[in-house]
């Protein structure tokens, strides 16, 4: 169900519809708003529009860290599976993974399946839009 939910901005007024709680949205609101306040510090004359521009793309930074991280984490998890995969492989033998009881994964599949093409973007939050 979209609600309605209103943030200010450098001093404008924003009607956000959206299907996250009204919490959410505001968290979003304040965090941009610390951004904004922290390039506002260094750019005392700079016009609202370059503020906003430069919080942005500090926003995009720390997302795009974060994806990095998060890949790394992946790749970890799927460097220790494989590994704990040939380790009771070669404990078993060979076929061990195929002479588990149905219904069963391809588990070397599913680690393939989980992997993302690094330029995809995934938003978590539902599209903003601003009322005048």
């Known amino acids: 169900m979209k609600r309605k939910v209103d943030v200010t901005l450098l001093g404008h007024r924003f009607t956000v519809k959206t299907d996250r709680d009204e919490a959410f949205v505001r968290g979003l609101a304040t965090h941009v708003g610390r951004r904004i306040d ?41 460097r220790a599976t494989e590994a704990m995969i040939e380790k009771l492989t070669a404990a078993l033998g060979d076929g061990a993974l195929d002479r588990l009881p149905e219904p069963r994964a391809d ?17 978590a939050a539902a599209p903003v839009s601003r009322q005048v």
């Open 107 to 123: 588990v070397r599949g599913s680690l393939r399946d989980t992997e993302r093409d690094d330029d995809e973007i995934v938003l």
């Open 38 to 78: 922290e390039v506002r510090r260094t750019m005392k004359t700079s016009p609202p529009e370059a503020v906003a521009l430069l919080a942005g793309l500090l926003i995009a930074e720390e997302l795009f860290e974060e994806r990095e991280r998060a890949a790394g984490s992946r790749a970890d998890v799927r």
